[in-house]
C-alpha cells in the first residue's frame, strides 16, 4: 500500500498494473459524478432492495467506497491527483455526515438481522485498505463519532452464515483503535469458531442456512477471511494460519472455474457481482498462500475483468447496472439495489500487490481451460468443473438451496450443468417455477413446476457424477423421487434420470438453453414433424436449432418420451426476458406422458444434450450397446464412447 506521501509515479509502472488503475478509474469516473456535496449517499438508478431505504443508501456509500479505496491505495500517478483528492474529500465527509444521529442524511444504527450490518463491515475493512485517505486525516471528534456508530452493531442478531465475518471485522477494527469493550475479544473468537465449523474440507465451505456451495466461497469465505489474517492475524496466529492453509487448495481448484475467454459459470446467488470472484487470487497472493505460477493468475485475473468491463453492464448513468453479461434485473435477488452490483470490488484485490510484485512482471502463463479439456472433482462441495474447447462447465452433484431461500430462485443451483458461453434460463416468480434447461423437472396438473433444489451426491470421479434428489415439496407432499448420473464426452453430455413419481405429473428433461442476443433467422436445423397445432411435435431426428451465428443447442433423446417435444423459447417480445446472458434464448425439451397415476410409477429418461459452434461435432450419436450397465455409443466426429455403469438400463 503506498503512502500519500509517496511521489506520484508517472513511468516504470508495468502496462499491466496500469491497466487494472485504468479500469479502476473508468468505473469510478461515473461514480465520481454523483457525488453531490452535503451526501452521504449515492443516487445510482435502479431497483430498490426489500431491506429499506437507508440500508440501500448505505450499500450505495459503502460499496463505491471499496472500489475507490482500492484505486486510492494503488501506486499514485500525476494524471490521477485531482480526482484521488476528490473522491477522499467526499468519502471523508460522506462518513461523518452518515454517522452523525443530528444529520438528515443519517444511516441509522444497526439492528437485529439488518443490512447495515453487512455493509458496516465492508465499510470497517474499506477503512484499513488506504487510511491514509479516508480515517487517519478525520479528528478525533470525528473519528469518536464513526466508532460510535460502528459500535451499534453490537450485540445484534446475525444471519447463521458468511454474515458472522461482519461482526468479526467491525469488532476488531474498534479494538484495533482503542474502541473495544472487554467481552468483543471472546465474540470475535466465537464467531470465528462458527465460521469454521461450516468449513467441509479442502477450503470449501457450506454457507450456513444457505446450505449451498457456489461463488460465495470466493466471494465472502477466503475474502474475509484472508483480510482477517492480513489486518489482525497476529491476534491468533494459529488461527490465521488456519485461513491461509484453506486458501491454498482452494485457489488450485478455483482456477479451474475460468474459461478461456476469462469468464466464470453463471451459478448460485448474487452472480451480479461478475468479478467478485477474483479477490481470492490476489489476496492469496498478498498473503503467500497459494503456489500457482502468478502469471497464469494475472492472465486468469486480467481475462475475467476484462471480459465482464467489455460487455453492455453499463446503466444510463455510466455505472454499473444488474445482470451478468448486460443489464437484467430479473437476475437480481430480492436483498439487491442499485448499488448492490459493486461489491464486485472485492475482486480489484491484485491491486493491493506492488507494481514491483512478480505478479505484475512474470510473463503469463496460460489457463487451465486452455490448456486441454479435463475434469477437476471437488467432493466437498459436490461440483466437478471440467474444460471442454476452451469453455467451462460445472456438473453438479451436491450444491443445494436451502427451502428457506427459494425465494432466489432454485434454478441457480438445480441443473444437472451450467456452462461458460451458454449460462441458464431463469423461470419467474422465483419461488414457485422453474427453468428447463439442463434439469428434470416435473409439472403437476395443476401446471405447477417443480425442479430439484435438493441432493446428496453419491458418485463423483473425472467422467462421470451420479446423485439423488426429489421433485416436490412439503405442501401438498409432492413426491418423486430421482437418482440421477451424468457423464460428458467433449461438448456433450449425457443424463440418465431413473424416477419413482408419487405425485401425478409430466416430466420434462431440457437441453441447454442458447442464448440469443437478438432476433434473427434462427431455424431449426432438422426437421421435425408436427403432430398438432399447439407446437408439440413428433421426434423423427434429434431436436437442433442453430442460430444465424452458428451456435447451436441439440437434445438427442435415447429413451422414449411419448413421441412429443417442446421448444421452451423467447424469440420476441411479447413475454418477459428468462436467460442470463441474452435477451432471447430457444431450449429444446423433451416431455413424458403422464406420470403416477399409479402409485410410485416407475422409470427412467435419459438424453444427449450439446452446445457450441462445431456443426460437426454436434451431429448425432449412434447406439451401438444398450444393454444394462454397458452403452457404448459412435459418432462421426468424436468416435466411440463406452459407459460401464450399474444404473445403466436397457435400451430399446
Known sequence: MFSSSQPPHTVNLPAAYRHWQDQTRRMLEPLAALMHPGRADLPIQGPASDHD????????????????????????????AALRARLAAWFREGLVIGTD????????????????????????????????HVWDPLTPDQKDQVARWLGTSRGNGIVNNNHYFMGVHILEFLMKHGYGHRTDRAIVDEFLTRLELMHRGGGWFEDGINQAYDHYNAYAFHFYGLWWARLHGHNNPARAKRWRDWATPFVRDYEHFFAASGEHPAFGRSITYRFNCLNV??????????????????????????????????????????????????LMETYSCAGSVYWCAKGLSPLLLPPEH???????????????????????????????GGEVEILNAGSQISNLNLRYGAWKWSKSAYRTGVSFACAFPNQTNWSFDSALTLQLDSSQVYGRHSTVAVEMDEQHVF???????????????????V????????????????????????????????????VPSRPVETSSPEGHFRISAPLAYFASDGRGTVLQPLTPFAGVAEWDTRLDDSKPRAHVAAPYHVTPVLKTQRLGRAAGEKGFV??????????????????????TGAWTLSHPKLGRWEIRHWSLPALG
Open 358 to 388: 512478480p505478479f505484475w512482471n512474470e510473463p503469463e502463463q496460460p489457463l487451465q481451460s486452455e490448456l486441454g479439456d479435463h475434469a477437476r472433482v471437488i467432493p466437498p462441495a459436490g461440483l466437478v468443473v471440467r474444460s471442454t
Open 101 to 132: 444521529p443530528a444529520s438528515p442524511h443519517y444511516w441509522g444504527p444497526d439492528a437485529n438481522y439488518h443490512q447495515h450490518h453487512v455493509e458496516i463491515g465492508l465499510l470497517a475493512i474499506a477503512l484499513q485498505i488506504a487510511p491514509e
Open 606 to 627: 435419459a438424453a444427449l444434450s450439446w452446445v457450441g459452434h462445431d456443426t460437426a461435432a454436434s451431429a448425432p450419436w449412434r447406439v451401438l450397446e444398450g444393454t
Open 281 to 330: 487470487f490476489g489476496l492469496a497472493v498478498a498473503e503467500n498462500c497459494t503456489d500457482l505460477p502468478v502469471g497464469r493468475l494475472r492472465r486468469l485475473c486480467t481475462r475475467n475483468l476484462d471480459f465482464f468491463l467489455s460487455k453492455p453492464i453499463q446503466q444510463e448513468q455510466g455505472c454499473l447496472g444488474i445482470g451478468w453479461v448486460d443489464q437484467f434485473e430479473g
Open 487 to 522: 457423464w460428458w464426452r467433449a461438448g456433450w453430455i449425457l443424463q440418465l434420470h431413473h424416477f419413482e413419481c408419487r405425485t401425478p405429473g409430466v416430466l420434462r428433461l431440457g437441453g441447454y438453453a442458447l442464448p440469443l442476443p437478438k432476433v434473427g433467422a434462427a
Open 53 to 80: 431505504a437507508q440500508a440501500d443508501r448505505l450499500e450505495s456509500f459503502a460499496r463505491p467506497l471499496l472500489l475507490a479505496v482500492h484505486w486510492l491505495q494503488s501506486a499514485p500517478r500525476a494524471e490521477d
Open 467 to 485: 446423485y439423488s434428489y426429489n421433485l416436490g415439496f412439503r405442501t401438498n407432499q409432492v413426491n418423486c423421487s430421482v437418482e440421477a448420473g
